[in-house]
């Protein structure tokens, strides 16, 4: 409990969902984070939920992810590690700041902790230093690795300006989902 706000994980039930996927709508909106876009019942369905409720039992934040075996070896993890994905955290502005978003990873920190060997998470934030902060101070997570954009004005549109999509994937140049970030 973290100033009158209780945090636990929790069944993806409907109303969670849906709840989850109004406060997503709020997220994309604030427009804080590189090619985040709200949340459907797809991207949902089956991750572990995690979520902090305020005294009144309303969802002021939310932490999901999902456990796997790494399947390929890289620079970063090898090959056969479990570890747990912390896809989205996300607390509502007004309850920043207030160790919400602390809480919340601390309580998947626990929960996971018996199952997998590690935690990984990716940011997409448009505030990268406070983010930074958060996760490496604050929750003490160490920094391995960073995906870094440079958009490049296309000459051959015919002076439009096309760029490639704000977060895509190094060998297709498709657009994958990072959207971590806004989560004190």
Not at 27 to 44: F, K, V
Not at 48 to 66: C, K, N
Not at 110 to 124: G, Y
Request: hydrophobic letters at 35%; glycine letters at 10%.
């Amino acid at each position: 409990m973290t100033g009158g706000t209780r945090v636990s994980e929790e069944a993806l039930t409907e109303e969670v969902a849906q709840r989850l996927i109004e406060l997503s709508r709020d997220w994309e909106a604030e427009n804080s984070c590189h090619g985040y876009r709200a949340n459907t019942m797809d991207d949902l369905a089956g991750r572990r939920v995690f979520l902090a409720r305020d005294g009144a039992g309303e969802i002021v934040g939310y932490l999901f992810g999902i456990a796997a075996t790494q399947e390929k070896e890289t620079s970063v993890i090898h090959r056969g590690v479990r570890k747990f994905e912390v896809e989205e955290l996300y607390v509502r502005p007004e309850r920043r700041c207030m160790g919400v978003g602390r809480a919340l990873f601390g309580c998947m920190e626990e929960a996971v902790r018996n199952d997998v060997e590690c935690i990984f998470l990716s940011t997409a934030t448009k505030d990268a230093r406070r983010v930074l902060h958060f996760y490496l101070d604050e929750l003490g997570m160490e920094f391995w690795s960073a995906s870094l954009v440079k958009h490049l004005e296309q000459k051959d549109t015919g002076g439009e300006k096309r760029f490639l999509p704000a977060a895509c994937d190094d060998a297709t140049g498709t657009e994958k989902r990072t959207d971590f970030g806004e989560t004190l």
